[in-house]
């Protein structure tokens, strides 16, 4: 069965180092979107990707973040300076078309010191 | 905006008792509604969803049936077992205002032999 998949699975950084974590949606979805959960809090959507654009952002994605798609398959999240409050889950998911059920990968967990 | 209210665990049952975790949900337009589970190391998994009121959605003994009258989504279980141990997440996407899931806290759910 296909199934989102993310890479690293924990990351260790530094306060005010750049970080990207990455994912590979599932292979014919056009929607991809980046949700993060800090510990004890909800999962808090960050945002979603379309046809190479955002196309829905939370208050939380400033300027910090950023959303790419490099190639046919990866999706990634960058955070350019990274705070202690960025310290959380992070869960890449997909859907094939819009409105459909999301699929989310494994996500990676950020711990920065 | 919208949100989602979980009842606060850990909620903690014997083997084949019966189980409920409620959710209720405040959403200005007509949201699809989720249940998502997270067991122990892994992702988010879609555990069953309704897109309209009075709809039922199930999967693996577990049911939820989509109320608009009461703006809940409890989620029921005849028999739990050891293997249902997990964290429950009640979820809605509401596709007229975007393609975001806006999540509930989670309720974690401990079985025992």
């Known amino acids: 069965e296909p199934e989102v998949t993310q890479t690293p699975s924990h990351q260790v950084t530094q306060m005010g180092q750049e970080v990207i974590l990455r994912c590979v949606p599932i292979s014919n979805h056009l929607y991809f979107y980046w949700y993060r959960q800090i510990l004890g809090q909800k999962v808090e959507f960050l945002v979603s990707f379309y046809n190479n654009e955002i196309s829905e952002k939370s208050e939380i994605f400033d300027d910090q973040f950023s959303v790419e798609r490099p190639d046919g398959s990866n999706f990634t999240l960058k955070i350019r300076s990274t705070k202690l409050e960025d310290s959380a889950m992070y869960f890449c998911a997909s859907s094939e078309n819009y409105g459909d059920t999301q699929y989310f990968g494994p996500g990676t967990r950020l711990t920065v010191l | 905006g919208d949100s989602v209210t979980q009842m606060e665990g850990p909620v903690t049952l014997s083997e084949e008792a019966f189980l409920t975790i409620n959710c209720t949900y405040t959403a200005t337009g007509y949201p699809s509604l989720f249940w998502y589970v997270q067991y122990p190391g892994e992702g988010l998994q879609l555990l069953l969803k309704?897109?309209?009121?009075?709809d039922k959605g199930s999967n693996k003994g577990f049911e939820a049936t989509y109320r608009k009258e009461t703006t809940s989504f409890h989620l029921e279980k005849g028999s739990v077992q050891v293997s249902d141990s997990a964290v429950y997440f009640c979820a809605l996407s509401d596709p007229q205002y975007g393609n975001k899931l806006v999540f509930g806290a989670g309720t974690i759910l401990r079985v025992k032999s």
């Open positions: 309704a897109t309209k009121a009075d």
